[in-house]
């Protein structure tokens, strides 16, 4: 349990670390989500899920 909290503290920084280098960005990339089509955006987020479980996966083996 610990490894997931420290996990989701790592989006956050690396997220809250976007969005203070890059604020402009930030938003276009927030402007662009809500343009693009829910299937899309799920596609992308399972893709996204399972290769961040394989990477997990390898690393933790």
Do not use: H, Q
Request: proline fraction near 3%.
């Amino acid at each position: 349990m610990s490894d997931f909290i420290v996990a989701i503290g790592l989006v956050l920084a690396i997220e809250g670390l976007i969005f203070a280098a890059f604020p402009g960005a930030a938003k276009r990339l927030a402007a662009n989500a809500l343009e693009t089509p829910d299937t899309s955006l799920r596609i992308a987020g399972v893709v996204s899920a399972l290769i961040g479980v394989v990477i997990v996966w390898l690393v933790r083996g």
